[in-house]
């Protein structure tokens, strides 16, 4: 990942957290705060980060970037979800091959 890419993630994160720690926030029921303990690329266009909330629970949200950051905290469902996918990706970037250089 490029470095920029990496330091405007730093920022998205850390504002996250900020987000999550709002205490009128509807969504934050224990009152918690919110910070970012881990950054991980996982690709040029994709992190994990790792929050870890007051009371030592860890939150793992996943970020992508297309022409900004966004980000879905995602389930275990989203991720077997994710693992089939890429299957089918894989499919369709090998027809578009052939399609592309007419490759038979």
Do not use: C
């Amino acid at each position: 990942m490029k470095i920029e890419l990496l330091r405007s993630l730093q920022d998205e994160a850390n504002g996250l957290a900020a987000f999550f720690s709002q205490p009128e926030r509807k969504a934050l029921h224990t009152g918690e705060d919110f910070k970012v303990v881990e950054i991980t690329p996982l690709s040029e266009s994709t992190a994990s980060v790792i929050l870890e909330k007051t009371k030592g629970q860890y939150a793992f949200v996943w970020f992508y970037h297309q022409k900004k950051w966004k980000w879905i905290i995602p389930t275990d469902s989203h991720i077997s979800g994710m693992r089939k996918a890429e299957k089918i990706l894989q499919g369709v970037e090998k027809h578009n091959a052939k399609v592309k250089f007419d490759l038979h």
